[in-house]
């Protein structure tokens, strides 16, 4: 047995689960997610936690159950505290801003890079050079975040660039003069 899928779901007091046949949807203070559970996946609750069991043994079923206790689980935990990237920018003259429910980088071409904020995402700038990514939905933050990175992902010469806050970047000599 899967052993990520055993493992129960604890809900918190504040996030409402329904059921239904093949669906979950949980609703929380962040958002409301749901998610479609494959054939084969069964998710049930027991007073105040999901578990999540496979009705067949097949192969197909054995590698999505523990894939959906993870989505279920990511999705709660969503809903009751929500996700954060942390983005920085590095470079002279590089910075962000939020107007008009749109971001917009400066990252060094000659038209600033706009992205639209999708709806249940909230994009927040404190500083001209720090980007915080916040929602429910763990896999919406990751891939903006992602594409925003991938603007100007960082250089390995002079460390210019879009990175995640904590990200290492390896980097390289220069030429060596004569």
Request: glycine content about 12%.
């Amino acid at each position: 047995m899967s052993r990520v899928g055993r493992l129960p779901i604890t809900l918190p007091s504040q996030v409402k689960v329904n059921l239904q046949q093949g669906r979950v949807d949980v609703e929380g203070p962040k958002g409301k997610l749901s998610h479609q559970v494959p054939a084969g996946i069964a998710v049930e609750k027991a007073d105040d936690k999901l578990v999540v069991k496979r009705e067949v043994e097949t192969e197909k079923a054995k590698a999505l159950h523990g894939l959906t206790r993870s989505l279920v689980y990511n999705m709660v935990k969503g809903v009751s505290d929500g996700y954060v990237k942390e983005l920085e920018i590095q470079g002279v003259g590089f910075r962000a801003q939020v107007s008009a429910g749109k971001l917009e980088l400066y990252v060094g071409f000659t038209h600033p890079v706009v992205f639209a904020i999708p709806p249940g995402i909230t994009i927040e700038v404190p500083k001209p050079t720090q980007v915080f990514v916040k929602g429910a939905d763990k896999a919406l933050v990751g891939l903006l975040a992602a594409k925003i990175r991938g603007v100007a992902p960082p250089e390995p010469y002079k460390g210019k660039g879009i990175r995640y806050v904590g990200e290492v970047v390896r980097r390289k000599a220069g030429k060596a003069v004569a």
